[in-house]
């Protein structure tokens, strides 16, 4: 009963490709975020969204675009991919509107070649 | 203002020493001060959390101290041991904004 589950683990790719990764949480949570962790061990938030409406957009390359079906899914979906798009993407979720206990997924490694 | 700086950035400790590990945050409105652990493949997960009305928290072998007037907040890990090498994000938030803000993380080895 993963809390946070988030597919594919990982995701090997040509540079230019579309791709799209997914996120579901079953904890009943409002909050979800997608946060890009580079090489460095660096965590970067992208986007929020509570209950469906996005309330955090990062300075973020407009070929990222999330989508919320609902309040339990957040998907990301990446259009024209590049090198430097390789990282692991967290998914995660908490139970106000605010960031208290974060709630994260396993990651997804992303590799464009 | 919005940045917490986390140092060090690798720390080696022998089993059964007390690795400590620093942030240094500038905002005054920040009021949330949680410490994340990281396992390799995993996502962070919430270790120990604090809030400026007390200078001290403890759960378990961690501890976070924290001093207000110098805005300056440490994790300290008691009895260490293998299992606690990860990598240790703080990081700080305000109820006035409720986006986290990160540290740059620490990577922790624990020696046999």
């Known amino acids: 009963d993963t809390a946070v589950s988030q597919t594919p683990k990982y995701l090997v790719t040509q540079m230019g490709n579309d791709k799209s990764i997914k996120c579901e949480q079953n904890l009943g949570h409002d909050t979800m975020y997608w946060y890009k962790q580079d090489s460095k061990k660096f965590l970067k938030i992208m986007f929020s969204y509570n209950n469906k409406e996005l309330i955090i957009n990062e300075t973020v390359p407009n070929r990222f675009s999330p989508k919320s079906p609902d309040k339990a899914h957040l998907n990301l979906h990446i259009n024209s991919l590049e090198l430097g798009d390789s990282a692991v993407y967290f998914c995660a979720s908490s139970p106000k509107g605010g960031s208290e206990k974060l709630f994260f997924g396993s990651g997804t490694q992303l590799s464009v070649l | ?112």
């Open chain 2, 1 to 112: 203002q919005q940045q917490v700086k986390q140092s060090p950035q690798s720390l080696i400790v022998q089993k059964g020493g007390i690795p400590i590990i620093n942030c240094a945050y500038e905002n005054t409105a920040f009021d949330y001060f949680p410490w994340y652990q990281q396992f390799p493949g995993k996502g962070p997960a919430l270790l120990i959390a604090i809030r400026p009305d007390v200078s001290e928290k403890k759960e378990g072998r961690f501890t976070i101290s924290f001093n207000k007037s110098a805005k300056q907040f440490s994790l300290h890990i008691m009895d260490s041991q293998p299992g606690d090498s990860a990598t240790y994000f703080c990081a700080a938030s305000s109820q006035s904004n409720y986006q986290l803000i990160w540290g740059a993380g620490t990577k922790l080895i624990i020696k046999p």
